[in-house]
């Protein structure tokens, strides 16, 4: 396991563990960066964690053609069968939450009982929100009583390719709060880790294959958030992007270069966000388009 | 126009009389100011434009221009407003709404040939589509001010503060009542700037909002241009913008307001796809091809400027599109007998001049009914282009006028395909008698609104808006609502 203790040189007599080379998550497949680039990950106090891959805008690029690829398959298939794959991942994590609250104490500088609390928060959102599959389209969807002989109904639809800034202070409760609630809906998505934090969403990359989550619906990557959002937020492919990991800053620059396709933004919020409180369902509608069906009603 | 123009011989035996509606319901000033703060005032630079009648060109009246200093005088008396306007109790939200739906009501022919004049769209579409949309528009907000409670926005939720509308000169009047309408229901206050070429009908609105005793500042015009329009979007003191246009323009507006806190809804352009089966009703399915393109001259961002139909049916299609074509009555917007009126500017005349020639150059094979066009004024045939390419610009390109693009498809598959390979994603029409099939359809096209065996309908009640480049956010509905409320 990755703790940091488990990095350092075991005391003799003691097992020399296995270490695990993190890899990025595109397309379903574990590549290595394309440009062959790693950055050292360190945990709060400085000490070396590993290397992650530094990904490349050309593996931005890859990752919104598998995203692509994966959004006609996930967008069409059942409510019921997306919200299954949601809380398979629930349970998938569940049965690593110590792994997982090892790699956030680790990635965060948190006690352990802290960094158990955000996994166990982390895996119940993903509960949270795979109960929504079927049931957001009848909150915010329904019949409109128009004036004339016509049945008439409003639908959600996802909006496509949703590019994922993921925040920088909450790495793994935070990213599975922007991530969970881009694909309940049928979106697909390219993530962008935590800059200085990415372990624990390279890992959750292995519990999203091991939970028959559709290769592409998620892509992971990590690296630069700034080198890998800005051929995110102008690439033409791409409908949407959330960009709660983004400082003010180039959040501004990221949200004029999105104007390009008019991508849905989805801004920072200037005041932070509070990932342990119930998230409401505007991290979904964000990213939903209505569609509105006429059609005569007569004999 | 006239008999000749048809050839045939059932319209030579029943010709049409000219049937004009008369102009003197309307009262036009020779000149209009601004609406600020509940009063007509000159510009503070003293400019002035003037608005013409596309049909003839004839000067209408003279309509102050407003610049950087009236936004700024109109946003302060909406900023004034708002504290009053929005700590209001619904109840009376609501009656002020109600008031200007009925006052609509009861002027709606003096406005319906005001918009005529000022648009150059036939009065039958004003008298029966646009003038009725408005009231009904009022009417459907006005209900939702006391109940916002029940939105889906929360327990209790705010309204915004100034909404900055932007709106076009296709549907002047319906789309200030989009707009209008919901901000004031939620307790925002507006300052909207009309199009250029079509001011009139809001400042005719600004003296409704007085008769219905509307507080001063609550609504604001600023007439002007796109300069106006800017000044108006990038005001500081702006917490929410609304625009209804061009997606270039759209895209310019996204980008002046990224990193601010403005909320921001755009309904921009479109390129629908009219996608007929072969085992359509065909005499429907031509009626609502002919309403989808023609209506308001195809000046309209949700037309369905492609026809997409099934290559077993084409040549029938075609020949019953045409023969009905000749049917149509172009000229005098004024005459209650007219089908298709006037382009609503040279500028936009200049714009589909430009694409259907394009069209012709790029292989396309030009029709139009013979058609005498009235030599004064902006004027565009009814235009069908055959065996048009998935490349060719006239299959790409928003032309907003009467000039339709047919291609072909053999499978659903095709259909949906060509149908959704434009950046635009607004509207689709689907023509076929098997059920299974438009709700398969409907579900793959990206377009914010399909209508199936129908087309061009709209209702209060009932959400519209686009997928991709045709903008984001929608209008109409309790959904409309959400573009206007902070969630608490």
């Known amino acids: 396991m990755s703790t940091p203790e488990a990095r350092t040189s075991p005391a003799r007599g003691a097992r020399l563990s296995v270490l695990k080379t993190y890899k990025l998550y595109v397309g379903g497949t574990f590549p290595r960066s394309e440009s062959g680039r790693v950055y050292e990950v360190t945990d709060a106090k400085g000490q070396w964690l590993a290397n992650a891959p530094r990904a490349s805008r050309k593996d931005a690029r890859d990752a919104v053609v598998a995203a692509r690829k994966a959004f006609g398959g996930w967008s069409g298939a059942t409510a019921y069968n997306r919200g299954q794959i949601l809380y398979r991942v629930a349970e998938m994590l569940e049965g690593r939450r110590e792994q997982f609250a090892a790699e956030v104490a680790a990635a965060e500088g948190l006690s352990k009982a802290k960094a158990q609390a955000r996994t166990d928060a982390a895996i119940d959102r993903w509960v949270w929100y795979a109960g929504w599959s079927d049931k957001v389209a009848q909150v915010v969807g329904g019949g409109n009583p128009v004036a004339g002989p016509f049945f008439n109904l409003s639908t959600p639809e996802p909006t496509g390719v949703v590019a994922v800034l993921a925040p920088q202070n909450a790495s793994l409760l935070g990213l599975v709060s922007v991530l969970a609630p881009v694909i309940v809906t049928g979106n697909t998505a390219v993530v962008v880790a935590a800059q200085d934090a990415p372990l624990p969403a390279l890992s959750l990359a292995e519990v999203l294959a091991t939970s028959d989550l559709p290769g592409g619906v998620v892509n992971v990557l990590s690296g630069g958030t700034a080198e890998l959002a800005r051929p995110l937020a102008a690439h033409q492919d791409v409908n949407a992007i959330d960009l709660a990991g983004a400082d003010p800053e180039p959040a501004t620059e990221l949200e004029r270069a999105a104007a390009d396709n008019l991508k849905r933004v989805l801004r920072p919020a200037p005041e932070g966000v509070d990932w342990a409180a119930e998230p409401g369902l505007e991290r979904m509608t964000a990213f939903l388009e209505t569609k509105t069906v006429w059609h005569p009603i007569g004999a | ?488």
């Open chain 2, 1 to 488: 126009m006239n008999d000749q123009q048809s050839g045939s011989t059932t319209s030579t035996l029943f010709g049409y009389a000219p049937a004009p509606e008369s102009r003197s319901v309307v009262d036009i000033a020779p000149s209009y100011g601004l609406f600020i703060d509940g009063e007509f005032r000159e510009a503070a630079g003293g400019k002035v434009f003037t608005t013409r009648s596309p049909a003839d060109e004839e000067v209408l009246s003279e309509v102050a221009y407003g610049q950087a200093d009236d936004v700024d005088a109109a946003v302060r008396a909406a900023r004034a407003a708002f504290e009053t306007w929005s700590a209001l109790p619904g109840t009376e939200r609501a009656k002020y709404l109600f008031r200007i739906a009925r006052i609509v009501q009861e002027r709606s022919r003096e406005l319906a040939v005001l918009e005529t004049l000022d648009n150059g769209k036939p009065i039958r579409e004003t008298r029966d589509a646009d003038l009725p949309l408005v009231a009904a528009h009022f009417f459907y907000y006005a209900g939702w001010a006391d109940k916002l409670s029940y939105a889906g926005c929360g327990p209790d939720p705010r309204p915004l503060g100034v909404a900055a509308q932007v709106v076009p000169w296709n549907f002047p009047l319906l789309m200030l009542a989009w707009k209008i309408a919901p901000a004031l229901a939620a307790g925002n206050t507006v300052v909207l700037k009309p199009a250029e070429t079509t001011p009139l009908s809001a400042l005719f609105f600004a003296d409704i909002c007085r008769q219905a005793g509307l507080p001063k500042g609550v609504v604001n015009i600023v007439t002007g241009d796109g300069a106006t329009g800017a000044a108006l979007v990038g005001h500081p003191d702006v917490h929410k913008v609304a625009f209804t246009g061009s997606t270039a323009v759209g895209k310019e507006i996204a980008r002046t307001v990224a990193g601010t806190d403005k909320r921001l809804t755009l309904e921009l352009g479109g390129k629908g796809a009219n996608i007929v089966f072969e085992d359509a009703p065909l005499d429907q399915a031509v009626e609502g091809i002919v309403g989808g393109i023609f209506f308001n001259q195809g000046q309209v961002c949700c037309a369905g400027s492609r026809l997409l139909v099934q290559e077993s049916v084409h040549d029938e299609v075609l020949d019953a599109l045409k023969r009905r074509l000749r049917t149509l009555r172009v000229g005098d917007p004024l005459d209650k007998n007219t089908d298709v009126g006037a382009i609503n500017s040279a500028e936009q005349l200049a714009r589909i001049t430009e694409l259907a020639e394009a069209g012709e150059a790029e292989g396309a094979e030009r029709w139009s009914p013979p058609c005498e066009l009235p030599e004064r004024g902006h004027w565009f045939a009814p235009t069908v282009f055959t065996g048009v390419g998935q490349a060719h610009r006239i299959a790409q390109e928003e032309i907003f006028g009467p000039v339709l693009s047919v291609l072909t498809f053999r499978t659903p598959e095709e259909a949906v395909a060509k149908a959704n390979n434009t950046p635009y994603g607004l509207s689709a029409g689907i023509w076929t008698e098997k059920g299974s099939r438009i709700l398969k359809l409907a579900n793959q096209l990206r377009a914010g609104v399909v209508w199936a065996n129908t087309f061009n309908k709209f209702d209060p009640t009932s959400p519209f808006g686009g997928y991709k480049e045709s903008g984001y956010g929608r209008e109409g509905g309790r959904h409309g609502l959400e573009a206007y409320l902070e969630h608490a």
